[in-house]
């Protein structure tokens, strides 16, 4: 069976059912709310992470969306991810998440009308819309590293690194995917290496 959410979103029924739903996201360990909202218009974007005040001192931070609504019972994990400025990404991803796309014609320096594009049509930009498609409501939060880790021992990885990785891999993160190998990252390999303990 398939769901329709909603400008042509949808999502098969036995998908909903693999999905991990939480009664309450804080029953994770680490978690600290950012932001929560349903109904996002773009005006929105700079009033929900006004008040918001990082927890890492490090490099980088890490940050989950958690979802609920249209057919998903309980909050299921969306999306996790680190950034070394989570507020200037979330705004940037709260934007796409109530993008719309419209085609535009293009001139050129000599000719009017040249062409047509599609705006927000990137990958990023379909992946957010989809995702704010789906849910109704949303809440954001920053991830503790040190808190969510515990005593686990993130081997030869970052502890930023290593927490995504698990995180995504504990929740079944819906859009998540590991990182390219590039620039160093070995998301692969450590979710591998996770799915093979």
């Known amino acids: ?13 036995e998908l909903i059912e693999t999905l991990i739903q939480f009664a309450d996201p ?3 360990a ?19 992470l006004k008040d918001y005040k990082t927890l890492y001192t490090t490099d980088k931070g890490l940050w989950t969306i958690f979802g609920k609504g249209n057919g998903i019972d309980n909050w299921t994990c969306l999306h996790v991810g680190s950034s070394r400025d989570i507020k200037f990404e979330f705004k940037g991803i709260l934007k796409l998440m109530v993008s719309r796309s419209e085609k535009l014609r293009k001139s050129t320096i000599f000719h009017k009308n040249v062409y047509e594009l599609w705006t927000y049509m990137d990958k990023a930009s379909v992946k957010y819309r989809s995702m704010y498609n789906l849910c109704e409501e949303f809440v954001v939060y920053e ?9 686990t021992d993130a081997e030869e990885y970052s502890n930023v690194e290593y927490a995504e990785v698990k995180f995504a891999y504990e929740t079944k993160a819906l859009y998540w995917n590991p990182a390219p190998k590039m620039n160093g990252n070995r998301e692969q390999e450590l979710l591998t290496n996770l799915i093979s303990k």
């Open 26 to 28: 804080h029953e994770l």
């Open 1 to 13: 069976m398939i769901i329709e959410f909603g400008q042509g979103d949808i999502m098969d029924k």
């Open 30 to 48: 680490g978690l600290n709310e950012i932001c929560r909202f349903s109904n996002l218009k773009k005006s929105d974007v700079i009033e929900l």
């Open 143 to 151: 991830i503790d590293v040190p808190t969510y880790l515990k005593s």
